[in-house]
């Protein structure tokens, strides 16, 4: 402790965000002064679990946060003559001084700690896709840019996306590329794979910065998986793979197979393949998240897996000659209004059944599914609506048992009353369609 007290008082630190997650995913936190942190690391800070979505009910509602010193940074925007603002993300406790269940980053916890004792780190990789958008009177507008693919003459944000950059990695999250994405105001800005603790993490801070940066720019950065009609929606890709633990080698690689895959990688990937539906609700978990999930967008939406194939839901990535490490699938239906933490959960505990059960993998798939008719088709889809994919989570034992009784509950709840709520709704399309005809 006393090594994390002498590095901020040499930040000139004056001020801590505590930092947790609920339910949904929605970063959350409270200041202290930075006098109060020796007794926060110590002993917590108390705060009311019972005024976070899927945490605890109002008689129950005392539980304090006690930061994880692995996660400091100073927030480089947050500075003044008077001093700076550092975080910390916090792991979160219950009176009896144990883990809170329901702290998504302790779901997540307790699945890598089962993919410890199996011998593997799982290690992820998101690409997390976002919006732009211009602000009028306060209010948000139109996309920021006209910009396409790659495109640089007509990508109005380019400087937008540096300052992004540069207060990421300030962070300490390793950028890899940035670049505007398909979609007019739609970009990407990735950072490098870590084991899926620290992914998460950095995925958390990733999405904070850049609202923070956005606003900054009079400009509102916007998650939602389909922000307009009509055009692509923002994904997050996850790049996955096992290490493991003795050898430190990627358990995902075999030289001597088609795919360069292992059993191991077979089996995860079948395990995944299984239990895709349940877990889409978690994976996808808006209402708005299935006008992405469509054929013709570039939305993985066909249950099937292959190499390279970006129509398919898995991928396998080429094959680059000596880079055994970088041999991984990638789940493409994830989008980044879930909450990172239990996707990592409920994906690597998908994962690891198909390694215990020893599931056969089906045969991949290489036909660019989105221009196969119907009669064609022979691939099972996605659920197609967040009240799908809800029943088929209910059916589910094994994602249940990841998220465990008390945030499965919480969830499913939440997710209920916002379709329903959703299903009360009369949209501007019924009523240009219907008001006059009818």
């Known amino acids: 402790m006393e090594e994390i007290l002498e590095k901020i008082k040499k930040d000139n630190v004056k001020f801590i965000q505590l930092q947790f997650s609920d339910i949904l995913g929605i970063a959350k936190s409270l200041t202290i002064p930075v006098k109060r942190l020796p007794d926060a690391l110590n002993n917590g800070t108390w705060f009311d679990g019972s005024s976070i979505e899927g945490f605890t009910r109002i008689c129950e509602s005392d539980m304090y946060l006690v930061p994880d010193i692995d996660t400091y940074s100073v927030i480089p925007w947050l ?5 700076n603002t550092a975080r910390f993300i916090c792991n979160i406790y219950t009176p009896d001084g144990m883990l809170f269940k329901g702290d998504p980053r302790c779901i997540l916890k307790r699945v890598i700690a089962e993919a410890k004792k199996m011998g593997f780190v799982y290690n992820t990789g998101p690409e997390l896709e976002f919006f732009l958008f211009k602000k009028e009177n306060g209010i948000r507008a139109l996309p920021h840019d006209k910009g396409g693919y790659f495109d640089l003459t007509t990508d109005q944000a380019y400087n937008v996306r540096r300052d992004m950059t540069v207060a990421l990695e300030k962070f300490g999250i390793d950028i890899e590329t940035s670049h505007h994405e398909v979609a007019l105001g ?8 870590n084991d899926a603790l620290k ?4 995925a958390v801070t990733f999405k904070y910065v850049l609202k923070a940066i956005a606003q900054q720019n009079d400009l509102y950065a916007t998650f939602m998986p389909k922000p307009i009609a009509g055009i692509n929606g923002s994904g997050m890709h996850v790049h996955q793979s096992l290490f493991d633990i003795k050898t430190g080698k990627n358990a995902f690689y075999d030289e001597d197979d088609k795919y360069h895959l292992s059993k191991t990688a077979y089996n995860f990937i079948a395990g995944q393949l299984a239990h895709i539906k349940a877990m889409s609700a978690i994976l996808s978990p808006t209402v708005n ?6 054929p013709g967008y570039e939305a993985p939406v066909y249950i099937c897996w292959g190499r390279i194939n970006r129509s398919a839901l898995i991928r396998i990535p080429s094959y680059a000659k000596g880079k055994h490490n970088s041999t991984r699938a990638e789940l493409r239906c994830p989008d980044p209004s879930s909450n990172i933490y239990l996707t990592f959960a409920v994906m690597l505990a998908a994962g690891l059944d198909g390694i215990k059960r020893n599931l056969a993998a089906p045969k991949p798939v290489e036909e660019n599914l989105y221009k196969l008719n119907d009669a064609e088709l022979k691939v099972d889809t996605l659920p197609k609506s967040l009240e799908e994919a809800l029943c088929e989570l209910k059916k589910d034992k094994l994602i249940k048992d990841a998220l465990g009784k008390h945030t499965y509950e919480k969830f499913l709840e939440a997710k209920t009353e916002e379709c329903n709520e959703y299903n009360l709704q009369v949209s501007k399309w019924e009523l240009d369609r219907y008001l006059e005809v009818y």
């Open 289 to 294: 998240s299935y006008k992405r999930l469509i």
């Open 79 to 83: 500075n003044s003559e008077d001093g």
């Open 199 to 202: 992914t998460a993490d950095n």
């Open 186 to 193: 739609q970009h990407e800005i990735s950072f490098k794979y």
